[in-house]
């Protein structure tokens, strides 16, 4: 058994094939019309007359095969708008909810991240000051100056959730200051000089690897993310392009209907740089 719908829409198109072939004659008189005096003035005026009338018959009979489906589509429109309005705007409230709380957490995270590569900063610094200043002793006394300075008071700093990093910075360091003194006693020697390069490396490797897990601790892994997407606002109307605009017809129709009923236009007019006239047509009674 077919489908209501099917019967409905097969019917609909029988009715326009009752009307086409009127329509089709209709058509070839008005493309075949020739007006050079009053007689096939008149012809035309009746044909044109005809068409219009037939036209206005076709609309009418699309706007009634259409009216019960237009009315169940608003039905259809009406029910689902009452149920997904209220929804809709409780569903932006959870979000706006939601929102408020994860920037709240990636602010606290991005000031956690800060305070990390602050510290990881400030160990780097010290590491390197205290470097210097061994690599700058040039005899013992000058050694012990830097080890007092440097090394001996450093966990006396707060170095935070890195003080343990710092602990072991400090072991390097000794054994840095160490090096040092075996260089100072015996300048020539190439096994000094290649455990100074790789004293070097190991407390820059000690470095790198400073507040890699602490950053990754604070990384964010949930169910729901903050997406990101572009838009815009108008700050100043007068500085957008004016192939940005577009032009409320809508309004200037408007205006150009009152404007004439009060005879404000009467001529050809220009005002606000659009220009109002009359537009000739044919009419036909």
Not at 63 to 86: H, Q, R, W
Not at 196 to 216: F, T
Request: hydrophobic fraction near 40%.
């Amino acid at each position: 058994m077919e489908d209501k719908l099917e019967i409905e829409k097969k019917n609909s198109l029988i009715k326009f094939q009752l009307l086409k072939k009127t329509s089709t004659e209709l058509a070839i008189q008005c493309e075949g019309l020739k007006v050079t005096d009053s007689t096939t003035e008149a012809i035309a005026t009746n044909i044109i007359s005809e068409a219009a009338a037939f036209s206005k018959t076709i609309d009418k009979t699309r706007k009634e095969m259409k009216a019960p489906y237009i009315k169940i589509n608003k039905d259809i429109e009406s029910a689902a708008k009452e149920l997904t309005e209220g929804l809709n705007k409780n569903v932006q409230g959870a979000k706006d909810e939601l929102l408020a709380y994860k920037q709240k957490v990636e602010a606290e995270r991005q000031e956690e991240l800060r305070k990390v590569e602050a510290l990881k900063r400030k160990l780097e610094n010290y590491k390197e000051d205290t470097e210097m200043a061994i690599d700058n002793a040039e005899d013992m006394d000058q050694l012990k100056a830097a080890n007092v300075k440097w090394i001996k008071p450093m966990l006396n700093e707060d170095w935070g959730q890195f003080t343990s990093e710092a602990a072991s910075m400090k072991k390097l360091l000794l054994n840095y200051g160490g090096l040092r003194m075996a260089t100072i006693m015996n300048p020539e020697s190439e096994a000094v000089k290649a455990e100074v390069v790789k004293a070097k490396v190991e407390s820059e490797e000690a470095i790198e690897v400073v507040a890699v897990e602490e950053i990754v601790n604070l990384e964010v892994n949930t169910t729901s993310n903050v997406r990101k997407t572009w838009t815009h606002e108008v700050l100043d109307l007068t500085k957008v392009p004016l192939e940005w605009l577009m032009l409320n017809e809508a309004k200037v129709a408007a205006y150009r209907k009152e404007a004439v009923a009060k005879k404000e236009i009467t001529e050809e007019t220009i005002t606000s740089g659009i220009r109002f006239y009359q537009k000739e047509s044919i009419s036909i009674r």
